[in-house]
């Protein structure tokens, strides 16, 4: 049990010979093509129900007509096959209908991939021993449900924490590409329907003739899986001297010559992958080029490649991270104001296959920020959430952190345009302001480890953001338990403990890490990992909690602050507006306090501070007990696996917890009225050994040392 089969491993459930009689015997794929999404989904049938039961069934193409049969097609191909569908269910692209009622299971799509979703939907049950009557039709919620690869050409991945990439190496598309093809059907089987591959950091030799033709091999790797492939574009490609393609002197997204360059690139993609998804762009934004270097819109930057991609029917992603207010010392600049500076007066000028990805929050994946006012700044123009998979201020896969909960935030804030329900996720989907583009984009970053993205836990993110892309409705818990009983089995101890473990991880997480909207207060300046909390000031990309001896915080009112609580609808920007009327949660995110300042639980935001991490780092104790009281009840190389992981977070956590609480200790010269902060009765210092071959070494940042060294 390496992780390599996720929660695809259609492990055998013992003594289920009395279920034989209630599995089908025969299957029917209604298409013969091999590499077909439904001819995938006939074999995916055929070696599960194997798997899981020891049953083997007859494959058939085409018609076939026996009791005791699961057919699996599209609605069309059932139609042709058997004649019309009674009660013919409503589906749009990609949606399924599951009937497990009658003689006959009918998996059937809108399209091939609906049929191949709903193909991994019965299997899900199976393999969960469920064997309840169902016939119901289901539909994504939003047509986007990509994921978003950061990988380097060369084989590393930014923020990646899974070994190197899957897609490439020195330069080039590896020549193996079964990775490749596990992953498409990993995502296939929680509805993903497209991977952009490489970083959106990116780079123009990816459009070199040879990397163009890798590309098409990924896309046939992937295809059988209905997952299509998406590349993230360097905007200053033109005059990168891609060998092979033209060399210009400008890249001026309106001029003519630029605007051939890109058409011609495209076609040539196409040829190569007909079905490609399209392109996702990140311009302007920490040193990337874009249009602003010529003066021209972020829009003009955008139309470029719509225009491009139009005839193809791809669309683009254009990424609203761009921000420029890095001058700490003007109080009026924020970061968190740049996105609808930048947006909001371009809405109504992007082509209709534009689509602006936007990340949960105004700063950059904390762990806990208000939704993102652009979400509600642009009804003209079609937007997709950009959420994060693999963990990248969020522990980077060492720590525990089910990440739903804090999704679920976001996706459920209702941001009252115009005073009617706007719940982000309905205007994501384009429900709101009724688009037909919309959705979801996950960063998950997956490596050559064979967990795919370096812990087993940590996986249960990746499968919920897919069944979440799919109907955000979803209740969180119970995403999790399927995706427990899958990965680990059905004891009921297993998934009681795992679900327990997961459901008090993020709240712990905050509280060891930054609380009280604070943010993640980690190194901010590159690694991102472990606490840091002198790095938040003082340079332009910080996240700027303005703490000095009496008091912390951001204020980000209109009346005294940076104004950003006034990019909301009306009603919700007052909200914020109000110390009174802020959530504790994100107190410190909007207004700047004293230490001594009262929260509506009573306790003063300092004590707060302290009390929290101490919980915080209490509760990430328990996770490595608990997980203790699984071994012999999972397969002993994950448990052993995750022990390691859930040891070094019971300890990092500590440090954590120390670190901040030290720094704020010092700083607001304020004790702790439980006495805890600096008095750690059990501990041996490291000034008090005696250690052959070690020297006294400052520490920095002081605050995660003992006594400063
Ligand atoms: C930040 C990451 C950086 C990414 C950037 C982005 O630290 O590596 O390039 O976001 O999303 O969170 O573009």
């Not at 997956?446 to 993110?461: D, K, P, R, Y």
């Not at 909200?575 to 959530?583: F, I, W």
Request: proline fraction near 5%.
């Amino acid at each position: 049990e390496s992780g390599l089969a996720a929660w695809l491993r259609y492990a055998p459930l013992s003594g289920s010979q009395h279920l034989h009689s209630s599995l089908p015997s025969h299957i029917v794929a209604l298409n013969s093509t091999v590499g077909s999404p439904v001819y995938t989904a006939g074999q995916e049938l055929h070696n599960g129900i194997q798997s899981i039961y020891g049953k083997q069934c007859n494959i058939h193409h085409g018609h076939w007509d026996a009791a005791s049969s699961v057919v699996v097609g599209t609605v069309d191909e059932y139609t042709k096959a058997y004649g019309p569908l009674h009660n013919a269910p409503t589906l749009i692209a990609d949606g399924y209908w599951l009937s497990t009622e009658g003689g006959t299971i009918q998996i059937l799509g809108q399209n091939e991939r609906g049929a191949l979703y709903g193909t991994f939907q019965y299997l899900s049950m199976l393999a969960q021993g469920n064997f309840t009557k169902v016939a119901y039709a289901s539909n994504p919620d939003a047509p986007i449900r990509w994921t978003n690869e950061w990988d380097n050409l060369d084989g590393s991945i930014e923020r990646g924490f899974a070994g190197p990439s899957i897609f490439f190496a020195n330069g080039v598309i590896v020549n193996n590409l079964t990775r490749v093809s596990e992953y498409a059907r990993i995502l296939a089987s929680i509805g993903i329907n497209a991977v952009v591959v490489n970083n959106v950091n990116a780079n123009a030799s990816l459009l070199t003739p040879q990397n163009i033709q890798g590309l098409g091999r990924i896309a046939d790797v992937m295809r059988p899986y209905g997952v299509q492939v998406g590349i993230s574009l360097f905007f200053a490609s033109p005059t990168s001297a891609v060998q092979g393609q033209a060399n210009l002197t400008t890249f001026d997204p309106i001029d003519e010559s630029v605007v051939a360059w890109w058409t011609n690139v495209t076609d040539q993609i196409y040829e190569k992958v007909p079905d490609m998804a399209g392109y996702l762009v990140k311009a302007n934004s920490e040193g990337q080029p874009g249009p602003l270097t010529y003066n021209r819109t972020l829009s003009q930057g955008a139309n470029l490649f719509a225009k491009a991609l139009q005839p193809h029917r791809g669309i683009v992603m254009f990424r609203a991270f761009v921000y420029n207010q890095l001058n700490e010392s003007d109080w009026k600049a924020d970061r968190a104001n740049a996105a609808v500076d930048f947006f909001k007066p371009l809405d109504g000028e992007f082509d209709s296959n534009v689509v602006i990805q936007i990340k949960y929050g105004p700063i950059d994946f904390q762990v806990r920020e208000p939704a993102s006012p652009l979400f509600a700044n642009i009804p003209q123009t079609n937007t997709a959430i950009e959420l994060q998979v693999t963990q990248e201020y969020l522990g980077q896969q060492c720590h525990l952190v089910y990440l739903p909960p804090l999704w679920k935030t976001i996706l459920d804030f209702d941001m009252q345009a115009d005073d009617k329900p706007s719940l982000v996720r309905n205007i994501v989907s384009g429900e709101r302001f009724n688009k037909s583009l919309g959705g979801y984009a996950g960063v998950v970053n997956v490596g050559t480890n064979e967990t795919w993205i370096g812990s087993h836990l940590a996986m249960s993110n990746l499968y919920a953001y897919g069944r979440l892309a799919w109907d955000p409705t979803s209740d969180p818990t119970s995403i999790l338990q399927d995706w427990i009983r899958l990965t680990f089995g059905a004891d009921p101890s297993v998934v009681n403990t795992i679900t327990q473990m997961s459901l008090e991880s993020w709240p712990a997480y905050e509280n060891y890490s930054g609380n009280l909207g604070i943010q993640t207060l980690t190194d901010i300046l590159y690694t991102h990992f472990g606490p840091n909390p002198q790095s938040q000031d003082g340079n332009g990309y910080c996240q700027w909690t303005r703490a000095d001896q009496k008091s912390i915080g951001m204020d980000r009112t209109v009346s005294n602050g940076t104004g950003f609580s006034g990019q909301y609808p009306s009603a919700v920007a007052s909200q914020y507006e109000n110390l009174a009327t802020t959530p504790d949660n994100l107190l410190l995110w909007f207004h700047h306090v004293n230490y001594t300042t009262i929260l509506k639980s009573g306790i003063s935001v300092i004590q707060d501070f302290y009390n929290q991490h101490y919980a915080g780092a209490a509760t990430a104790q328990t996770f490595l007990t608990q997980w203790q009281s699984l071994k012999g009840k999972i397969d002993e190389e994950r448990y052993t696996d995750q022990l390691f992981r859930q040891s070094f977070q019971a300890g990092h956590s500590l440090v954590w917890r120390d670190a901040i609480v030290n720094f704020y200790h010092n700083l607001s010269s304020i004790a702790d009225s439980s006495n805890r902060v600096g008095n750690y009765p059990h501990r041996i210092e490291a000034e008090s050994m005696e250690l052959d071959g070690y020297s006294i070494y400052a520490v920095n940042p002081f605050e995660t040392a003992s006594n400063k060294t």
